[in-house]
């Protein structure tokens, strides 16, 4: 079992720069894939990109292409979302999550482990 703390969030302006951590503990982190999603109050929890736990393998939703991108430290059990290009409609609570599947799934179903989420706030 792994457990997850998401950290980086906060208040930037639109065309701003974040990154957003994903710590992990409590298990072998490099067997795990990750992936981030994001959710607005009241809508549901949407897939925003995803790692294999080789790193060999990326997916991402059409909305963050070209301007998100992650990356993962498995020697210090940590993953890395960085968002460039910000817009106001990328506010959201990010949370990271990890399965064993040997890949990134884009559904929720597909995630057994989950951060606490962190708050990412896009306006001027």
């Known amino acids: 079992q792994v457990q997850l703390v998401e950290s980086g969030g906060g208040l930037v302006q639109p065309g701003g720069s974040l990154r957003l951590s994903c710590a992990a503990s409590?298990?072998?982190?490099?067997?795990?894939?990750i992936g981030w999603f994001r959710q607005a109050p009241g809508k549901e929890r949407e897939f925003v990109i995803g790692?294999?736990?080789?790193?060999?393998?990326?997916k991402y939703a059409d909305s963050v292409k070209g301007r998100f991108t992650i990356s993962r430290d498995n020697a210090n059990y940590t993953m890395y979302l960085q968002m460039n290009s910000l817009k106001p409609e990328d506010t959201d609570i990010y949370y990271c999550?990890?399965?064993?599947?040997?890949?990134?799934?884009?559904?929720?179903?597909?995630?057994?482990?989950w951060g606490q989420g962190t708050q990412v706030t896009v306006s001027s």
């Open positions: 999550a990890a399965n064993e599947l040997g890949y990134p799934g884009s559904y929720v179903e597909n995630y057994p482990y």
């Open positions: 409590g298990s072998t982190f490099g067997y795990y894939s």
């Open positions: 790692i294999s736990w080789s790193a060999g393998r990326t």
